[in-house]
């Protein structure tokens, strides 16, 4: 085969194909389907974070200073040898030359119906397709853009905000902002923008758009900065997402930075990324090894214990607890924060460890929200300090799942979000078979960004062996819960259709077949809704439950015990009678526990979660006090619980741990001494 060497600026690429290339020579360049390119010469740039005020406009939702945490530390950087950048994003006309078949996405959800658009619905992996494609055709190298090449670029000697100062345009400012599309709920006037390129710039050396029309893909797997200079990098060897730069439309305007950085799943792809090409030879430097592990992930056992089946005595109660799980330091800005700390998920692995994961963030509702998780070894006393989990770069990861299928495999789901609410989720799972020292690349297992997608921890399998994962049928407060369902083994997933009533649901089968469910929301008679299923989740009847309805920060379960009987843990507000040891009918608040042992007719057991010592203050939800006693429990929190093999039951808030067992629950609770 015939090598084709090609001078370009300052230097030579080659090509091993056996086409003719006609080499770029001038400062611009138009290739054979009409892309225009500009000649990047080369240079050295501080890239990374800036650290001086925000603008006015250019806020910060997320509470950060002067940039997130991945963009520091600030370094040099050397681009040793020129290149050409295409001079806008890669257009619907041009990519379907390479991909005819990709016409029938324009105008999904309303985007990109023009010739004239940047390509949209492209994942990582087609995107490089088509720049193999572009080489095949033409015999130069074409490829994705390193992302040092690309703030680079963009900044075009900048050293501001954005290429063009501090501030954007009142034109992009109007197309910035935050989305919840296509969640139409949480937005009844949007108006879908265009992404018809050539619209914003050019800057300094002549690139159009790189600043929020779409984002662009990158070469480099996504990974922390390194400190010290750097000469052409190229990123990590490995890693789970592909970064992506520029932000796009609907995108707060502080997202759409030089230095801000995102990235996503290579496999994802939705009406927010999009891409432009390079063309010369990808940088020769070696990659950098993969960044160590996660505390979480370090010095894991994998020896099953041999007394991991002996706990307290089952005849006697046993209780532990409130044990604080949620340690990340006062002062932390990311990637984990300490302000809210929040939807939990816990499993036992098979070594005897639990595993808590659950959301970091200042807003909720702010692309910093990522999955941190913690370990409590076998045998010891406390969790460890919490260390991330999984966070796709400026994504709301919303939320975590956590199940053990009961042989090796623990599983992980998450909510993949397309932008910086939880309006736009697919669904993800991961698997991990060495107790969560190591998880599989992330499946998309429900791809289309939308509702009815956000994981509940409640997942149960079906007596058919049928893994049933409930999921947020909406965004807000009502319109109850889907449950997706996968015949395989988590392979495939289908929506069973119907609608549980409440969101967050809990879920159980009943020795009949039956499924049984409680969420918040959608109250009956201003109780809280009970919904019954005959058909696997396809149809759902309603009716009252005993129990309080409850509202924000607050989250039930619902589980069968190995030994049979079902558990239900929620709050109650208002007074709920239980009977004490003394055979006292008293009130109490916060959090209880019920039991049934007819299959949910009847819930004959209740009781606080509580010491039933006297009174004392604890932390509740990001570290508000409350009053734990024998008549008052914590008064909020997202639940997640899960029964050991030795029989006791874990129970996690969104702050705290308690463990007990079912002897616990069926004793009744201490009488209250009066004076």
Partial sequence: MKKVCILLGAGLFSSTLGLAAEAPTGKTFTNSIGMDFVRVDPGTFQMGVSVKPLPEGVVNISGQVNGDS?????????????????????????????????????GKLGFSKEDDEAVVFVDW????RFCAWLTAQEGLPYRLPAEAEWEYACRAGSMTFFNEGDTLSPALLERSGESWYPDMSRESDVTVLGTKVRQQGPNAWGLFDMHGNVEEWC?????????????????YASGIFRVTRGGSHSTEPYYLRSANRSAAVPEDKHWLIGFRVALGPAPETMPLPAPAPERHQQEVKQAVPPDITQGPDPNVPYFKGPRKYVHIPEDAVGPMFAKHNHVPALVECPNGDLLAVWYSCI???????????????????????????????DRNDHASALWFDGDCTLFHFEGLSAAGTWGNLA????????????????????PEHNTRHMP????????????????????????????????????????????????????????????????????????????????????????ASPFQAIGGGQRLVLRRLKEGPLLFISFAKEPEPIVDSSGTTR?????????????????????????????????????????????????????????????????????????????????????????
């Avoid at 992996?125 to 490089?128: F, K, P, Q, V």
């Avoid at 967050?504 to 469910?517: C, F, I, K, S, T």
């Avoid at 429990?633 to 079912?662: D, M, T, W």
């Fill in 219 to 235: 070469a480099d797997w996504y990974g922390p900065y390194c400190p010290g200079a750097a000469q052409d990098p190229v990123g």
């Fill in 456 to 543: 509940i921890e409640s997942i149960i399998r079906l007596g058919n062996g049928h893994i049933v994962l409930p999921c947020d049928a909406v965004t807000g407060g009502q319109g109850g819960t889907a449950l997706w369902v996968s015949p395989d083994n988590g392979l495939t997933w289908i929506d069973a259709g119907g609608t549980i009533a409440g969101i967050h649901a809990g879920v159980v089968e009943l020795n009949d077949g039956r499924l049984l469910a409680f969420g918040r929301g959608d109250e009956i008679d201003g109780r809280m809704s009970m919904s019954v299923s005959e058909y696997k989740g396809a149809k759902w009847g309603y009716s």
């Fill in 70 to 106: 991945d963009e520091a530390p600030v370094h040099e950087v050397i681009i040793s040898r020129a290149f050409y950048l295409g001079v806008c994003e890669v257009t619907n006309a041009q990519y379907e030359r390479f991909d005819p078949g990709h016409r029938r996405l324009r």
């Fill in 363 to 393: 807003r909720e509702r702010g692309r910093e929200l990522g999955a941190v998780a913690s370990r409590l070894r076998y045998g010891n006393e406390e969790w460890e300090p919490a260390a991330p989990f999984w966070d796709v770069p």
């Fill in 125 to 128: 992996h087609e995107a490089t």
């Fill in 587 to 675: 009130a109490i608040t916060g959090m209880y526990a019920a039991l049934s042992y007819d299959e949910g007719q009847t819930w004959t057991v209740r009781r606080p979660i509580s010491d039933d010592g006297p009174g004392r203050e604890v932390e509740t939800m990001d570290g508000v006090p409350f009053v734990l006693s024998a008549s008052t429990a914590e008064p909020k929190g997202y639940l997640a619980v899960c029964q050991a093999r030795n029989g006791v039951i874990h129970l996690i808030s969104s702050r705290q741990h308690y463990a007990f067992n079912l002897a616990w629950l069926e004793a009744s609770p201490s009488a209250v001494l009066s004076g």
């Fill in 427 to 446: 669904t993800i799972l991961r698997t991990s078979a060495d107790n969560g020292a190591t998880w599989s690349h992330p499946s998309i297992i429900i």
